[in-house]
């Protein structure tokens, strides 16, 4: 109902915090009428740039939430494409910018489901993890594998962390997740002394 009487970025706006009801109403004052009230757009509240970022966000949550959907109904040998990654960060694996699909497979999910049922709560951001991460690592052992961070804002010290076979070649072949699960700060700083980290979001 909320997101109905407010459109899509007023309630995201207002599930932020960044505004709140009493913000949606204005007040009219004419001599015939005396004070009515009226409903105040976010743009009216916070200006239309301001406005245009929440309407953007508002997207993004529909985008996830499509996603989620997507995630949670997939069948064991079904395959889901998630987008691709971004080439400033396939481009030290691959050989070429042709390959920048990653996919998350039905039996994979079942896999990280089993070892970490807790990350059923976290399916809805598997695609910002690997489309929009914090950082990205080398795997220890394994030079095929990245690792990809996800900084978590609700959750002090935490990371949604990603594992990914990445393809060298472009092919029919496209990186896949392996894992996921929760990771803490001092995972990623250990593998960042050692070398590891090879992207960083801008300011992350």
Do not use: C
């Amino acid at each position: 109902m909320q997101r109905r009487v407010l459109g899509k970025a007023g309630y995201e706006a207002y599930r932020a915090g960044a505004v709140t009801l009493d913000d949606f109403v204005g007040a009219r004052r004419s001599r015939e009428w005396g004070t009515t009230l009226r409903a105040r757009s976010l743009a009216q509240i916070l200006g239309e740039d301001e406005a245009g970022r929440w309407g953007l966000a508002a997207n993004e949550r529909a985008q996830r939430d499509r996603i989620a959907r997507q995630i949670v109904s997939l069948g064991e040998r079904q395959v889901l494409s998630l987008g691709d990654i971004p080439a400033d960060i396939t481009r030290h694996w691959a050989s070429s910018t042709g390959n920048q699909e990653v996919v998350l497979t039905g039996n994979r999910r079942i896999h990280y489901l089993q070892r970490h049922p807790e990350m059923a709560e976290y399916e809805s951001l598997l695609s910002d993890v690997v489309l929009r991460p914090s950082e990205v690592h080398k795997n220890r052992y394994d030079d095929a594998m990245a690792i990809f961070y996800y900084r978590l804002r609700d959750l002090e010290g935490h990371y949604l962390r990603a594992t990914v076979l990445m393809q060298k070649e472009a092919s029919r072949l496209r990186h896949s997740i392996i894992s996921f699960r929760l990771a803490k700060s001092d995972e990623i700083a250990r593998a960042t002394r050692q070398g590891r980290r090879v992207w960083r979001q801008t300011g992350g």
